[in-house]
């Protein structure tokens, strides 16, 4: 379907009100961007200069809506079933088969984690260099491969090996969905967007689990159960990988379903963001810049604090559901609550943190459920009298997946820069793949069925006062001292100390503002948005506005 020959884009061109009107070439515009700027900046120099009326706002976020967010759910539900694929397998008697003892059970959990925090310098650098929808692409096929033949693996060794493959190209997913996060859409619309795709994590506890259960009553005489789900996952992996390198695109500029028109509107609409789009230029200044900036440090030590609890949770959800007197399979049909609970978090924290425009009040939030469902899990003996007490209690802690995408959310709202943006984002998960790492290790199938020092662990991170929280105030003070030092230096260049930040209004404020300024957003507005697609990192950037 080319787009281009719609009839209809003239008469939706009157929504649009040109502002500034340039030379325009459509022949001129080169893929290969200007050294040193953003390739959106190329792209428009070749249009016109336009203000985005909600209108074709609204219309052109339900395109991207539709065409560019299914696709990310689709392969963050099947990344985490693979990843999980191991927790379903322990339940159906591979820690038996594969004779395991001791710890490697955990260092199975473990070892994704490592092969992720090890590759996401490289990923980063691939992020900047390579075109984004090809690349995801590459990544889902070769995961999807390595996951169907660990259905070989049958001792430590083997599996140890698979393992760490599959956390080698799964390592590209998160950070590459964290850029196209940053690429398609506005600052107010990135939380729920983060949000929707991580929020697959309760979905794959949902499906997954309901997978498992029917997947695991097939009677083969040659393949165990276990290597029946890590087949079958595999392969409809490698299936779904087709469909990621013929839809997804590269970037606004590239998107097939969008026409001439509406690529300059999805660009346009994004200049207030202040964060640029797409760069192919590795900057080592922006590397630089990342290392040696004290939120980057903050949000590595926030998303590490949080995942050491929640790493173990993965890994032994199912086990810890076995302690309580359930049979494998109920254990599995059990943990799909858990992942409705994880769905409501995710969103709902994403909701409120929308809503109030700030993430602190949300985390804070978040972290109480987590804190009363591990101390249920503590104090209660793991008997089947209790078993509804402690189911609860196993609920509560699900909630602890709504605060990463936040997390997610406030670091890349708050970089710019794209070179600097990889690097910032590859250092947030290498701390949450420290926290995963070391998660798992907390809890061992010795400890059954209290499992009290990974719970205990759980509650040391999540108790009210704990890093988590102050990290959390000495982010949000941290942003609010930048937002003063750039406005003063905007009083110094001649501007105005104070400026809207039309990113994190909503469509009936963005209405509302445009209204009130007769229709056009205005010279300063205009001044506000030269460096947008100048690849400049946000504090370089004087009129780039923090957000907590």
Known sequence: MDSNKDSGSVDRKDNVETVESLPVNKHAYNEKP???????????????????????????????????????????????LDKSSLSYASVFGIIQDANLKGQEYSWLGSIIYIAQLVMQPIIAYFLVKLPT???????????????SCMTAANNFKGLLVTRFF??????????TFVAITQMWWRRSEQTNRNA????????????????????????????HSYQIIFLFCGLVTVVFSVVVFIYLPDSPMDAKFLNDHD?????????????????????????????LDIKTWCWFCLITSISIPSGGITTFGPLILTSFGFDKYESMLLNMPFGAVQIIATMGGA????????????????????????VM??????????????LVGYYLIS????????????????????????????????????????????????DKPRYKRGLTSRYIYFVPGSSSRALTILTTLYLMFLNKQHSKRRVAVGKSAVIVDRSMMNVKERAADLAALGGEEGEEANRAGDHAFDDMTDLKNEDFIFIY
Not at 166 to 175: I, K, N, R
Not at 377 to 390: A, D, F, I, M, Y
């Open 34 to 80: 200007t050294t040193g700027r953003d390739r959106a900046a190329d792209f428009l120099a070749t249009q016109e200069r336009i203000t985005v009326s909600p209108e074709e706002n609204k219309r052109i976020l339900r395109k991207i809506d539709l065409a560019i967010l299914p696709i990310m759910l689709v392969v963050y539900f099947l990344q985490q």
């Open 133 to 147: 929808g090809k690349f995801a692409a590459l990544m889902v096929v070769c995961w999807g491969i390595t996951l």
């Open 166 to 175: 599959l956390g080698t190209f799964e390592a590209s997913v998160a950070p």
């Open 196 to 223: 929707s795709w991580y929020a697959m994590n309760g979905v794959t506890n949902i499906i997954g689990s309901l997978l498992a259960y029917g997947l695991g009553h097939i009677s083969s005489g040659s393949l």
């Open 263 to 291: 690529k300059v509107v999805a660009v346009e609409r994004l200049r207030d963001n202040q964060m640029g789009i797409v760069s192919t230029q590795w900057k080592w200044e922006h590397v630089f810049e990342c290392l």
């Open 351 to 374: 909701a409120f943190a929308t809503w109030t425009k700030k993430k602190g009040p949300a985390l804070a939030l978040l972290c109480v459920p987590p804190i009363v469902g591990t």
């Open 377 to 390: 899990l503590l104090s209660l003996e793991h008997t089947v009298p209790n078993r509804g007490p402690l």
């Open 399 to 446: 909630v602890y997946p709504g605060i990463s995408p936040l997390i997610y959310s406030w670091s890349s709202q708050n970089t710019a820069g794209e070179t600097k943006k990889k690097c910032t984002t590859a250092m947030l998960f290498i701390g949450q793949s420290a926290g995963n790492i070391i998660g798992p290790h907390l809890y061992t199938v010795t």
